[in-house]
């Protein structure tokens, strides 16, 4: 599951692992600067409109007027392109959230322990989303969604579900309403990137706050804090 991650890159790093032109989208240098994303606000989304890339703040969440639960901030990639729910946001809504990492907590005894995984390059991560269309108007609670996928080798341990972070060489395909939604589905597939790819340490518990923002709650805690 993904419940908080950090956008704090700028525009021109994201865009630029993605190979994109400033003909093909804005190029903003400046960092975003968000190190602790929560569910319920406006995050930058990556989507295409009418062949022409585009970045949109979208409320994070999904609750349609028949949902009398809190919105949703996840789907399960197993599950997403054929379930009621999700299934036609799967077809029209797919987007792309560009992430620098996620947080996730580890039940130790009876308290939780966040931990930051990022990508041992520190390479920019690409999530898959789906959302509802067309991005860039106001549907309400009507916004998007982080994919997730199982946890494999030793990222399992600190949580069974993870986003679905896809390699920049596929994100235009995901991305294209030209891309049908059974080949969205082998993309998710085959164009995930590994558990190996990643590693994490744990941080202070201070990203459980919102009110918190600083650059602070990425870096390791000090090993006789563990």
């Not at 032109?21 to 190190?35: A, K, N, Q, S, V």
């Not at 996620?102 to 390059?121: M, N, S, T, V």
């Not at 067309?134 to 494999?152: L, R, W």
Request: net charge negative; glycine share 8%.
């Amino acid at each position: 599951m993904c419940g908080r991650f950090a956008q704090y890159s700028s525009r021109d790093d994201y865009f630029d692992a993605l190979g994109l032109t400033p003909d093909e989208i804005t190029f903003d240098p400046e960092p975003l600067g968000r190190f602790n994303v929560a569910p319920g606000t406006k995050v930058l989304l990556l989507n295409e409109q009418e062949d022409s890339l585009r970045l949109d703040p979208v409320y994070w969440g999904y609750g349609p007027e028949w949902w009398d639960k809190q919105p949703l901030i996840n789907a399960r990639g197993e599950t997403a392109a054929s379930g009621r729910m999700f299934k036609p946001l799967w077809n029209h809504g797919r987007a792309i959230v560009p992430a620098d990492g996620w947080f996730e907590w580890q039940k130790e005894g009876g308290e939780k322990q966040p931990f930051f995984i990022f990508h041992k390059k520190k390479e920019p991560l690409f999530f898959a989303a789906i959302g509802r269309q067309p991005y860039g108007q106001d549907h309400g609670k009507e916004g998007f969604v982080i994919v997730t996928s199982a946890s494999n080798q030793g990222m399992v341990d600190i949580h069974d579900r993870r986003p679905l972070v896809i390699t920049p060489d596929a994100v235009r395909e995901w991305l294209s309403n030209e891309t049908s939604p059974a080949r969205a589905e082998e993309i998710a597939h085959d164009a995930a990137v590994p558990e190996k790819a990643f590693t994490w340490h744990p941080v202070s518990k201070k990203v459980g706050n919102i009110h918190h923002q600083g650059s602070e709650l990425i870096g390791a805690l000090p090993a006789d804090n563990e």
